[in-house]
């Protein structure tokens, strides 16, 4: 099927300008400046109306909940969640049930995304204190990364032993995606304010526990266990200012969607629908992300998505659930924040580049026609149109700038298929 889209504003590398795009078997095969429509045979033809065409997003950071978790979302659910948020290829955490750290849990992943999922993928192996002896056998042209939890999280995940820390930097094939907060810390900061002030702490607390310095002194550590073995680090949802300044030559930082849009003041009012790990801090630490994100000291910007029911959301900082649905608002939330010059480069090229993704992420002839058209508009968010399975969002209420209009995966709105890496 070839496709033209014309009429459109091109945001890629760089500039914003009028054109149009030509597809033909799930690539682009022309990207033409100007505001005539080219001359040529397609069998649809969709007129932009003068929106923006963006590359589609790439979200090297969400939890689908599929297999094991699949009451609060699936594959499906969250894929379709993300393709109407203009997000067409994401990468996924091993977190589930069971975690994926073995090479039957990862590649029975892959087959059940085959199945289900609308949007192009790639998993994350689940590094632990005991497997260590497969990251050798991973496939680096198929597989996004190794995630190392060093701080507790969702399954028997944490690795808490140097060694085996030391291992994984040091025989990784593959960039290690790491979330930083050291466990003890926490540990020690819960029982203490638990003392103080009782188990049913209120989640304004969330921020205390998992502490900025929970953060640092645990992003220092992968930093050194990535200066000392070499390995290439990417230091996950950032949270603190403090943390920016270990960032740099082999060590690049991804923002969450969520920390660049709350602080601790939204706790008041949006309670424990914000509490996520690491914490979203202080309006400081805010605007100093948001400012690294602008001139690119943080190279990418991910959602963290990680739906939960509303009912798994009660208990306060010390037994609500971690984690929020973002990624079918992430797209227009950045757009708001940064205008879509920083936007693209942030979700769409630097993740293509920092991941080595083959033919994504730009809107260039021969690469794969993953792409969303976006029209500047005022909305506001209401529960109906919500798709993920948890059916809630943070960001209800809230009034957007733009709005996606349509998806394409691989040209279509209906073909996915695995990322591939170089």
């Not at 502490?211 to 949270?239: F, K, P």
């Amino acid at each position: 099927m070839r496709l033209l889209i014309h009429n459109a504003q091109i945001v890629n590398e760089g500039r914003i300008f009028p054109g149009s795009v030509l597809i033909d078997n799930q690539l682009i095969t022309d990207v033409v400046e100007g505001v005539n429509c080219p001359a040529v045979s397609a069998d649809e033809t969709v007129d932009a109306h003068q929106a923006f065409l963006l590359p589609g997003a790439i979200d090297d950071h969400v939890h689908f909940r599929d297999p094991g978790l699949t009451h609060k979302g699936d594959m499906l659910s969250e894929s379709e969640a993300a393709r109407a948020g203009g997000v067409t290829s994401i990468m996924d955490m091993p977190n589930c049930k069971p975690a994926t750290i073995t090479l039957e849990t990862l590649n029975d992943k892959f087959v059940e995304a085959g199945k289900k999922c609308v949007v192009n993928y790639s998993f994350y192996f689940g590094a632990t204190n005991d497997n260590v002896s497969l990251l050798p056998c991973l496939d680096i042209h198929r597989v996004c990364g190794v995630k190392v939890f060093m701080g507790s999280s969702t399954g028997n995940m944490l690795v808490d032993r140097r060694q085996s820390l030391a291992e994984i930097f040091s025989l990784s094939p593959l960039l290690v995606a790491a979330h930083c907060e050291d466990q003890q810390t926490i540990s020690q900061n819960a029982k203490s304010y638990a003392a103080q002030y009782g188990d049913n702490l209120d989640v304004s607390f969330h921020p205390f526990i998992r502490s900025r310095e929970a953060c640092l002194a645990s992003s220092r550590l992968a930093v050194d266990l990535s200066r000392r073995s070499g390995a290439r680090l990417h230091l996950l949802h950032i949270t603190t200012a403090e943390e920016l300044a270990l960032l740099g030559d082999n060590v690049t930082g991804e923002a969450a969607v969520a920390h660049l849009l709350f602080s601790d003041a939204d706790y008041a009012t949006l309670g424990s629908r914000i509490k996520c790990n690491p914490a979203v801090k202080t309006a400081a630490d805010r605007l100093a992300l948001r400012q690294a994100v602008a001139d690119g000291t943080i190279s990418v910007v991910g959602t963290d998505h990680a739906p939960h029911l509303l009912s798994e959301k009660e208990g306060g900082a010390l037994k609500a659930a971690s984690g929020m649905p973002m990624i079918q608002f992430s797209l227009i939330g950045m757009l708001d924040l940064f205008g879509p010059v920083v936007t693209v480069q942030r979700m769409c090229h630097a993740p293509a580049e920092l991941f080595h993704i083959q033919k994504r992420g730009f809107i260039r002839k021969g690469y794969y026609a993953d792409l969303v058209i976006v029209q500047p508009q005022q909305w506001v968010l209401s529960k109906d149109d919500i798709l993920s399975k948890c059916k809630w969002s943070p960001l209800e209420g809230h009034q957007f700038r733009h709005k996606v209009v349509r998806t394409f995966v691989n040209g279509t709105s209906q073909t996915a298929m695995p990322l591939l890496f170089n």
